[in-house]
């Protein structure tokens, strides 16, 4: 009975989903800006952030790259051209994002676009985090350890998104005619991972205060992106340090530059809620996690070679 009940229930969902995919896009209404598109890039010196730049700015749009180190935003505000600004900034500074506001304010009078491609990630195991082994206790220290690391995966994938939302949002309100907002998430904010917990655990929660915020600011279009392993060095910004199990990300992950154009893609089109990517099979694995948690268990310890 209950396996003809799953039967019944992914048949249903096989063909829900799609459809309520499709009506998405379709009813999605086109943005419409009365001059060049101005848009913010934070998260710029790298990934997906840097090709968003590079692609908004051969289209013509004025562009505001902004990452924390200056020798690389001033290397791609000068690849971008004379239309582009380039600001050294940490969204997690309240007066770095309090000084990115007034210079956009001076040089644009407003903003139109935000893409949130910042962030930090995290490699190991929770208790790998205090320097336990096995099943022995974790002393006091490694249990220290353990809560300041998580303390910067915080900083990096919670504090500066909600630092950038309560600095942006007014101007945009009041100075776009669509005013939007693309949060680049993780499919790891909708479907657990061994050795991702911290930074699932945070992106899940940047998502949710992102999702909340679109419902209190109605005439914001606010998209989340949630890739799947996008290529890339996931190291470079670990707040811990190990391997990275999964399978090389450069040979089997997300290209970058076809993530930041359906980045644009989403935005232009005013499409608002999740888009997942690879859409097929990760909607029907956030699904099927709530129905069958022991098989997308499996999964995930499978894909990063985690011994059960």
């Known amino acids: 009975m209950v396996s003809q009940r799953l039967r019944l229930l992914g048949a249903l969902l096989a063909v829900a989903i799609p459809t309520i995919h499709l009506l998405r896009r379709i009813t999605a209404r086109r943005r419409k800006l009365t001059s060049a598109e101005r848009v913010l890039v934070l998260g710029a010196s790298s990934g997906v952030?840097?090709?968003?730049?590079?692609?908004?700015?051969?289209?013509?749009?004025?562009?505001?790259?902004?990452?924390?180190?200056?020798d690389k935003i001033n290397a791609l505000a000068a690849e971008c051209g004379e239309g582009c600004i380039g600001v050294a900034a940490d969204l997690t500074v309240v007066e770095d994002m309090v000084r990115l506001r007034e210079t956009l304010a001076r040089e644009w009078g407003g903003l139109d676009t935000i893409h949130l491609c910042a962030g930090v990630s995290a490699l190991q195991p929770v208790m790998a985090l205090t320097g336990a082994e096995g099943k022995e206790d974790a002393a006091g220290k490694g249990i220290q350890d353990a809560v300041d690391i998580a303390g910067k995966a915080v900083q990096g994938n919670f504090v500066g998104p909600m630092v950038v939302a309560v600095t942006f949002i007014p101007m945009l309100t009041r100075t776009s005619t669509a005013p939007a907002i693309l949060l680049v998430s993780s499919m790891a904010a909708l479907v657990p991972a061994p050795t991702r917990a911290l930074y699932a655990a945070t992106k899940a929660s940047s998502l949710l205060l992102y999702q909340a915020l679109a419902i209190e600011h109605r005439d914001i279009a606010f998209t989340f992106i949630l890739p799947a392993t996008i290529e890339g060095d996931f190291r470079a910004s670990a707040v811990d340090s190990g391997p990275v199990r999964e399978a090389d990300p450069n040979k089997h992950g997300l290209k970058i530059n076809y993530v930041a154009s359906q980045c644009i893609d989403a935005v232009d089109k005013g499409v608002r809620g999740s888009v997942m990517m690879p859409w097929i099979p990760y909607a029907f694995a956030h699904h099927l996690y709530y129905l069958w948690p022991s098989l997308i268990e499996h999964m995930a310890a499978r894909k990063y070679n985690f011994p059960a």
């Open 49 to 70: 952030g840097h090709a968003l730049a590079r692609q908004y700015a051969r289209r013509g749009a004025r562009v505001c790259v902004v990452a924390r180190r200056t």
